[in-house]
């Protein structure tokens, strides 16, 4: 079982849909990253939160530490949205230099 | 402000052959991450640099091996190269107090034939 695991893998939606991206983990974290990687591989980080929520324009970002799960929202989805959207998360090591584990990805196409 | 760079872009190699990667951290930054992610895959940590020395390690066999300058540029280099090898290259640069803010080049494609 992989330590970090997103759902779903692959996500239609047609424009102006609410997105909602989920992620689960089964180790002690410091901080989870949400990332963007559009076709041709660059990534982009959106999110990096310890703790409740994030937003920033149409993307919302929440994560439960207790739960250890961790949402990315999209409102008013658009066609530029369409993407892999990536969760990783820095373990907690009580000293961890910054290896981050990373989830496969959700790859999202978003219909005119 | 240049963000993190890699050369280069794309690159062919042959099985058996060596290759070097090499990355360009934020201004600023002085640790670097790599890591490779296969098609379909997320990607997969290699190692990080940090005061020209290796800081940690992934699961990777030895002939991943990297190196890192006095200005924080980095290079990585896969000898004895195997089809397997094929994947994106990502190079990674943070502080060393603060390791989840972690900021992404874009990458290098290699693809071994």
């Known amino acids: 079982k992989n330590e970090v695991e997103q759902s779903p893998q692959n996500l239609t939606a047609q424009e102006g849909e609410f997105i909602t991206i989920n992620c689960s983990y089964s180790v002690g974290i410091s901080a989870l990253h949400w990332l963007q990687q559009h076709p041709g591989g660059g990534i982009v980080s959106l999110f990096m939160l310890s703790s409740g929520k994030k937003k920033h324009g149409r993307l919302i970002a929440t994560i439960n530490i207790q739960e250890k799960h961790s949402s990315l929202h999209i409102t008013a989805s658009h066609p530029r949205d369409s993407a892999v959207y990536i969760c990783a998360v820095l373990l907690d090591y009580g000293g961890s230099q910054g290896n981050l584990i990373f989830g496969k990805g959700t790859k999202l196409s978003v219909k005119p | 402000d240049a963000g993190v760079t890699q050369s280069p872009t794309h690159l062919i190699k042959t099985r058996g052959q060596q290759v070097t990667l090499r990355c360009s951290p934020k201004?600023?930054?002085?640790?670097v991450s790599w890591y490779q992610q296969a098609l379909g895959q997320g990607p997969q940590f290699i190692f990080q640099?940090?005061?020209?020395?290796?800081?940690q390690r992934g699961n990777f066999p030895d002939r991943f091996s990297g190196h890192q300058f006095p200005n924080y540029s980095s290079e990585l280099n896969v000898n004895a190269l195997l089809l397997g090898d094929s994947a994106l290259y990502l190079c990674?640069?943070?502080?060393?107090?603060?390791?989840?803010?972690?900021?992404f080049g874009p990458g290098t494609r290699l693809t071994v034939t």
């Open positions: 640099y940090y005061e020209e020395e290796e800081r």
């Open positions: 201004s600023g930054h002085d640790t």
């Open positions: 990674a640069s943070s502080l060393p107090d603060i390791p989840y803010e972690q900021y």
